[in-house]
């Protein structure tokens, strides 16, 4: 699953540890996300596309998906 | 300290309580595995005070379930595969039907191993028979079972870090760059 996490962070002036304080997870794990290698639970997925204030399909896409 | 550092070192205070339970059987001071064994809780609850990276989230919990899950399934087998061995000296392996074995080499079934000298409950006999090498080995097998129990910790700490790698755990980052 593709992300664009590391955008949507660079827009909001955003590190990778004050996204993770926001959303209650680890730097680690948001790092995880952006690198592809962590798909994260539907819960945390809407979390984040919620936080930027944007639709979850806008923050991540399946590839080959229309 | 890392949680990691802590299973680590709660595998080293394991192994060194099976060595001086070792030393408590074969000295015959039953103080000493008492108070080491105390000393080693006291030990890992001082160290699991001191675990710095203690945050979980869903994906630390994901990485905890699959370490935990397969360090269950090794430990199962190898457990399984010495409980097996254990029975065979406990209860005395049957002799294959091409090798019989002689009537005076009969193996030596745990109950009779550890029956009191005597014929009855009223001859005034305190000592034990001495336990045979089946028994003897079934307790080497003990020594054996526990330090695997053990060495368990090291296993799920190799697990973490696989699982914690193939997640993303030390990936390059331009953060820490």
Known sequence: ?66 | MKQNTFYILAGIIGLLEVGVFWISVRFLIPYLITIVFIVGVLLLYLAWRKIADRQVDERSVLINQKAGMATFMVFWVIFFATSLGGAVIGLGAPPLPHFPRPPDERPVGINESIKPFGDGPGIPNESIRPPDDGLIRLGHFGYLQLALLFLMFFLYVGFRIYFARKYGEWESDEEQD
Do not use: W
Request: net charge positive.
């Open chain 1, 1 to 66: 699953m593709k992300n664009r996490i590391k955008v949507f962070r660079a827009m909001h002036d955003l590190t990778q540890d004050a996204l993770a304080h926001e959303l209650g997870v680890t730097r680690q794990t948001i790092l995880a996300i952006e690198k592809g290698k962590y798909d994260p639970s539907l819960e945390l997925a809407f979390k984040i596309a919620r936080y930027f204030n944007v639709s979850i399909e806008e923050v991540f896409s399946y590839p080959g998906a229309p």
